[in-house]
């Protein structure tokens, strides 16, 4: 099942982003890493080998971020970048070969990774680190089981970053 991210999804995350808090964007990360990892293994698949290297490419920046978002105060953070690097090792490997190395491992790994964070993230009350966003409410609207976006309206010259 392809999770390619189109525009629509590329505007859920982006609404997801702003709202969400340093858990959350751990949790986001880990599933464009893993939605990176499955167009890879399609394109690999279709023969496409350089857009499966290019996928692969973009789980690997996915990595990186992740990687260097580690609090070394913690002892855990020793493990996760243990686990990081088997992953990007065979990241490399899948670049260099062109196609997948330990594929469903590493999926594996960043899938139960990602389930660990979701259970961080559902007990992590802090407030969303993107400040002075539009908030986004979504409901039901009379169509059909059609879901909409509604923007919070308010002092739009207050939206964007402090300087």
């Known amino acids: 099942m392809r999770l390619k991210v189109d525009q629509k999804k590329k505007k859920e995350y982006t609404a997801r982003i702003a709202q969400a808090n ?38 690997e920046g996915f990595l990186q971020e ?28 899948s670049v260099i070969r062109q196609k997948l190395v330990n594929g469903e491992t590493v999926k594996e790994v960043m899938g139960k990774l990602k389930e660990a964070f979701i259970q961080v993230a559902k007990e992590d009350k802090s ?18 089981g059609s879901l909409n976006e509604v923007l919070l309206k308010g ?4 939206r964007g970053y402090w300087v």
Do not use: C
Not at 127 to 144: D, F, H, R
Not at 155 to 158: A, D, I, L, M, Q
């Open 127 to 144: 407030s969303p680190v993107m400040e002075n966003t539009q908030q986004i409410y979504a409901g039901l609207t009379y169509g059909k």
């Open 22 to 59: 340093r858990s959350e964007l751990v949790v986001i990360i880990y599933e464009l890493f893993l939605v990176a990892m499955e167009d890879a293994e399609e394109s690999f698949a279709k023969g496409e080998l350089s857009e499966g290297v290019r996928y692969v490419k973009r789980a």
């Open 66 to 93: 992740l990687m260097g978002s580690l609090d070394r105060r913690y002892t855990i953070a020793e493990e996760l970048m243990r686990l990081y690097r088997y992953v990007y090792e065979q990241l490399i490997f």
């Open 155 to 158: 002092n739009e010259s207050n």
